[in-house]
């Protein structure tokens, strides 16, 4: 445990009060259970036992739980992971064989181009998790307890609580897309893609309506999928209205260097504004680096090298011109991201979990210490 230095994420995460001074225990964050050990033995045995990302813990004298963090033990953890990793690998091998013979082992691969993005969208990542795992641990290897505490810290901090209005931009592409089947594919795409070259005024509403229109199912899938996720990352750290104005700003940025880049193309999507969201993440996560964790600088990385990857191994289908216009604006904007900025996001949520948060910690040291189980309607601001 760490009790030296405390970290910057430390005043943003919540933590339930210790139930009793002669009590050893810790906090399954998962499920609201918290684990009641009697001596300390019992504890350091149970807790190497416990295999939960995080596990906050207390011991005798302890106000409150903290997050318990062991350079040792997230290294053997780490190890054993890239050991397992091994045992997957084959079957991406296998899949990226496929792949690189229909990329360049048949003359006429044109009807391949979607069975092609299929197989590098499930054969990459392990290679990318493999690729993360090596890289922390080298980190960890030049870092200190403190640097791991701040990273478990961080992103206990990014997974508390959660914004309904996230589903808001998905949603609206999944009905943009039923909508397009229901008046006619190929008319949806003529109507409001984005069709080349633009030659009046009266079509430049195509820049902004294509972001809105997908060329199968699987492509609105996947975006609405990459859009939910980063989403919530980015309303952690700006609001809505700003996420709404990136994207929108990115996709149109995008659609401008996709007729730049690839003039005689039909382009669809909403790939420009996603990109977008995600150099916007990246710019703060840059600027802010005495508060933003390597690892999670890491992660958007990885990300953005798995898309970029994917675009030019399927570069006939796949524009990556509004790819590029829309990471390299989103980064623009979220480069007059000001600190301040930030900091007050944080602490305005901060104040808003607070309330919810202290009558669940009035609950926790209420309750009779042989109650295994908190209440069901515990805040989602420990889960």
Known sequence: MIEEKRSFWSTYVFSPIKRNKDTYSYIKDDIYQEIICDNESVFEQELKNFQEEITFVSRAGDETYQPAVSLSEEKKNLKEALKNDRKSMGMSVLMLAVYFYLAFGVEDDIGFGQLRIVLLLFSLPPFARTIQKLIQLKNLEKGTEHTLLENVQFHYWLNQGSFQIVWLLPVILAICFVGQLIAGYEDAIALFGLVKPIDDGSSLYRLISAAFIHGSIMHVFFNASFLLSISSTFLKMASYGRLMLTFLVTAVIGSLFSLLLYPETTSVGASGGILGVYGFILAIALKNKDIIPSD??????????????????????????????????????????????????????????????????????AAPLDKPELSEDAPPTLR
């Open 296 to 365: 999670f600088k890491l992660g958007l990385f990885i990300n953005i090298g798995f898309i970029a990857i994917l675009g030019l191994g399927a570069i006939e289908i796949i524009d990556n011109g509004a790819h590029l216009g829309g990471f390299l604006s989103g980064l623009g904007i979220g480069m007059f991201y000001s600190k301040e900025s930030l900091l007050a996001r944080i602490k305005m949520l901060h104040v808003r979990d607070t309330a919810q948060h202290e009558k669940y910690m009035a609950e926790m040291a």
